[in-house]
């Protein structure tokens, strides 16, 4: 069956973002300069996604803001010859169909993902969490539905994480069956490392079978009191099996400070405007 619709969730408190997220959604917070939902939402239309659904929260209110087509200020960059600038937000003006819905209580997670039920529908779809950005030659859903329409089920995205970080992550336990391809055995939400049932963590990229939203309901709250998707997977992977692919690219962290600034240097090096004299900058600063 086709994937034809990813859900973003963007509905967290951003803790780990504090103090700016006490008034800026992080989803917003600029990467060079688009916002990181942007990223997830390109990431998602050029996998060959048709619709995507976006699960807010109070108080977020200007993501969809963000995404509201601009034509006055679109007409005043024309007449004033801006055609570059002008064409950029044509592009995104002509995004395709995005659909909100809202997580009326912040209960984690798996239960933002329950929210787009609705929205979904009886169809698989993918997942993609906006903190995790990605550079890839491929992105990265589009790798992951490759293996999707091999196995025909569920797939999670997943990366060799350090010990010290692999209690911030949802931990595999594999089994391989071809090189950079796994057989989900078991799921732990955030394990403490000496209980890890590996080093790969799922970052932040899923695509699940419809038969996750009956798991999220029977998901007891678990890690940090909330309903965790990690643990829904487990529960589906019960009665389905579900794979796992380390994909290829580099993955950036922005949800923290830390990775955040990372991916500002390393994009930003890339980057074809402003690369070489970041570097020169760079240079000089160090
Ligand atoms: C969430 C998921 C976790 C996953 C991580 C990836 O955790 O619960 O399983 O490994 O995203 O970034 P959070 O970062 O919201 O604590």
Redesign the pocket.
Known sequence: MEVRKAVIPAA?WGT?FLPVTRAYPKELLPLINKPLIQYAVEEAINSGIKEIIIVIAEGKYSIPDYFKPAPELRALLRARGENKLADTLERLDNQNDIKYVTQPERL???NAVLMAQKAVGDEPFAVI?P??VVDAREPVIAQMLKIFKTYGTSVVGVECIDTEEIH????IRPETVSPRVHKVLALV??PAPEVAPSHL????RYILTPQIFPAIEATQPG??G?I???DAAALLLQSQPIYALEFAGQRF?T?NPQGWLEAQIAMGLKHPEFGDSLREKLRRMI
């Not at 963590?201 to 932040?204: A, L, Q, R, S, Y």
């Open positions: 967290g780990r984690g997670l798996g969490l903190d995790d911030r992550y949802g931990v939400e955030k963590g799922i970052v932040g890690s940090g909330e965790q998707l990690t962290d949800g």
